[in-house]
């Protein structure tokens, strides 16, 4: 007897995929409304609970909740993704944005050297921004 058993819809390679686009997306929407210090942290080979840490500053609650909303935008809207969770929105210190695969941390100044996530997660790959020139390409470098 043969059984009929369907293909899987969605491989891990797409999901990984997918969740580099949404972080990278992300990342662009906070560099786009100024964010700062905009780091990607690839934590695939570190845990299985998420693929991706977007870490970012603003300078103000104002900034925080404009880049946060602008990233939900982003994601949902224009990507089709559906956020699962939020947290510190009101407080405005550090607000979480879940997507499963991928989460941002939006910090201010002082909770994000508290919290230190990129020295606590400092086995984690760094994702090159596109935006970003790679080391020692800079102008004036030679």
């Known amino acids: 007897m043969r059984f009929n058993i369907p293909e899987p819809t969605t491989t891990a390679?797409?999901?990984s995929e997918r969740s580099l686009q949404l972080a990278l997306a992300a990342a662009r929407t906070a560099h786009d409304?100024?964010?700062q210090d905009i780091v990607v942290l690839d934590m695939r080979e570190i845990t299985p609970v998420?693929?991706?840490f977007v870490i970012v500053t603003g300078n103000s609650r104002r900034q925080l909740h404009a880049i946060s909303e602008e990233i939900d935008h982003c994601l949902e809207e224009e990507l089709g993704d559906k956020r699962m969770g939020i947290e510190g929105y009101s407080e405005s210190r550090w607000i979480l944005l879940?997507?499963?695969?991928v989460v941002m941390h939006l910090f201010d100044?002082?909770?994000r050297e508290y919290y230190a996530l990129e020295q606590f997660w400092s086995k984690a790959k760094r994702v090159l921004l596109p935006w970003h020139d790679p080391?020692?390409?800079?102008?004036?470098e030679e």
Do not use: V
Request: charge should be negative; hydrophobic fraction near 15%.
């Open 109 to 111: 100044d002082e909770m």
């Open 98 to 101: 879940d997507y499963g695969t």
């Open 13 to 15: 390679e797409q999901i």
């Open 135 to 140: 080391p020692g390409t800079s102008e004036g």
């Open 50 to 52: 998420f693929d991706y």
């Open 33 to 35: 409304n100024r964010g």
